[in-house]
């Protein structure tokens, strides 16, 4: 049986309520060690702001200032915003363009795509994994492996020349920032970039569509989890609905705009041997507008096999190693296969000390 597309039932004439296979009963994102509660108006105000400018082309000391920040983010939120990042604003505009008419192709054009495997290079869907969901998520895909072999879908027509060119200055500001982070660990520059092999890097992009929902306090657009990669990059279309969970409560995400959102994901906790933890975000959805998202999940190299870097641990003192090693494409499919839920696969390699 082929499921319908949330596009496809959001487009219904006159819909007011949702099926019953989108319902959550109760809150999926309540955990026992977690209170829950949305944030007021305002506290998106506080996430770290990272300027890219300063940390390729500043001074020494500006530079020094800027791998402080992001050291800084990336262990107290998780998440910063970076500005002056050497991405057009026009390419930008284009992306999100260009995947709004991707789901707006007829439904036997994206089936074309529909995912079959979890590791296929191009993967259209809807909800996450509904092979082994109870309830689904009020969410469109489009997944795509990016790096280290480029993929594209056919249509439509100027995907593949926008795609080509977003990846690319995608991965010039990535690969910068990996380096700033790594000496924020007080590592050497390329000590992660050689780590994770990012010359070779597993680079997925996923298009997500979030159409308006009439009941969207009865929906979730994505539950809380982590990201699987080392650092993922976020383009939106400046509709709220991003929720990152900080200091035990949910905070909104309204970017700034001609900003990207990076937020440090489970390979880069692996690596920093828990320092640098991945965050817990969520995607909520609501009855005005459709959310488009664009993320760019950058990873190791499918074949590295990524562990707690050795310079950050030391068996016979505080800092035993957090997590055993695995190979990132193993890491990729477990996730993948599974629901998407918390931290449940890093849960999976943890070492319980």
């Known amino acids: 049986m ?5 596009k496809s039932i959001a487009d219904t004439p006159n819909l007011t309520s949702i099926p019953s296979s989108f319902i959550f009963a109760t809150d999926d994102d309540c955990n026992d060690d977690v209170t829950t509660d949305d944030a007021p108006l305002g506290s998106e105000d506080s996430i770290p702001i990272v300027d890219f400018s300063l940390l390729i082309n500043g001074t020494p000391h500006q530079r020094a200032k800027v791998v402080n920040e992001l050291g800084k983010a990336c262990e107290d939120w998780g998440f910063f915003m970076v ?3 050497g991405v057009g604003e026009k390419l930008m505009k284009e992306m999100v363009e260009i995947c709004r008419e991707f789901f707006d192709l007829k439904e036997e054009e994206k089936r074309e795509y529909e ?13 996450f994994n509904p092979k082994v969901e109870k309830v689904f998520f009020w969410r469109d895909y489009l997944k795509i492996m990016v790096h280290p072999k480029f993929h594209s879908p056919s249509r439509p027509t100027r995907f593949r020349e926008i795609l080509e ?3 690319t200055r995608i991965r010039e500001m990535t690969r910068e920032l990996v380096r700033g982070i790594s000496e924020s660990l007080g590592l050497e520059e390329c000590c992660l970039e050689k780590a994770a092999d990012l010359e070779s890097s597993s680079i997925l992009f996923a298009a997500n569509l979030y159409p308006s929902c009439p009941q969207p306090e009865l929906a979730r657009g994505l539950p809380s989890h982590s990201d699987q990669c080392l650092l993922t990059i976020l383009l939106q279309n400046q509709i709220a609905g991003l929720q990152i969970l900080h200091h035990h409560k949910w905070l909104n995400v309204n970017p700034i705009p001609n900003s990207l959102l990076v937020n440090v994901a489970d390979q880069l906790e692996i690596l920093s041997n828990g320092k640098y933890k991945s965050v817990l975000h969520r995607a ?3 009855d005005k507008a459709t ?7 950058v990873g190791p190299s499918p074949e590295t096999v990524v562990g707690p870097a050795p310079q950050l ?3 016979h003192t505080n800092n035993p190693p ?3 090693n695995i190979k990132y494409k193993d890491y990729m499919e477990i996730m993948q296969a599974n629901k998407l839920h918390g931290k449940s696969t890093l849960d999976r390699i943890r070492l319980y000390l």
């Not at 082929?2 to 949330?6: G, I, N, W």
């Not at 995912?115 to 909800?127: A, F």
């Open 322 to 324: 957090l997590f055993k």
């Open 165 to 167: 060119e977003y990846c």
């Open 284 to 286: 909520m959805v609501n």
């Open 83 to 85: 500005v002056n990042h």
């Open 115 to 127: 995912t079959k495997h979890v590791l296929d290079p191009i993967r259209y869907g809807t909800s």
């Open 2 to 6: 082929v499921m319908a597309s949330v």
């Open 291 to 297: 959310r488009i998202s664009i993320a760019m999940a």
């Open 313 to 315: 641990v030391n068996k």
